[in-house]
């Protein structure tokens, strides 16, 4: 079991920078295949990014404004987010895949094992 806590989210104005974090759980946290996934309001949850061991992918809607990285000692993937827009108000989940498999596309949900509860990322206009 692994367990997940995301923090870092709230209200802020478009244009500015916030970093969410998640927390996780066990004891091989340096080998998870760990994802950030979001929920704008009324729609389907999407992709945001993923991160296993130094590679990552951005979708395309936040790339050149985001960048996930993590830091295996505190067992913490985090999400920096810079200009901000209100587009990119959602629930933002992490979530973490235990083990990595070649062939598998860690931009579909599915592929992933845990989730957090979610954090609330509002931005203003």
């Known amino acids: 079991q692994v367990l997940l806590l995301e923090s870092g989210g709230g209200l802020v104005q478009a244009g500015v920078s916030l970093r969410l974090s998640c927390a996780a759980s066990g004891r091989t946290f340096s080998s998870y295949v760990m994802g950030w996934y979001r929920q704008p309001p009324g729609k389907e949850r999407e992709f945001v990014a993923f991160?296993?061991?130094?590679?990552?992918v951005y979708a395309d809607s936040v790339k050149d404004r985001f960048t996930i990285s993590r830091d295996n000692a505190k067992n913490t993937v985090y999400l920096q987010m810079n200009s901000l827009k209100p587009e990119d108000t959602a629930v933002y989940y992490c979530?973490?895949?235990?083990?990595?498999?070649?062939?598998?596309?860690?931009?579909?949900?599915?592929?992933?094992?845990?989730w957090g509860q979610g954090t609330q990322v509002t931005v203003s206009s």
């Open positions: 979530a973490a895949a235990t083990k990595y498999y070649s062939g598998r596309d860690y931009r579909q949900d599915r592929n992933y094992d845990y």
């Open positions: 991160i296993w061991t130094a590679n990552t």
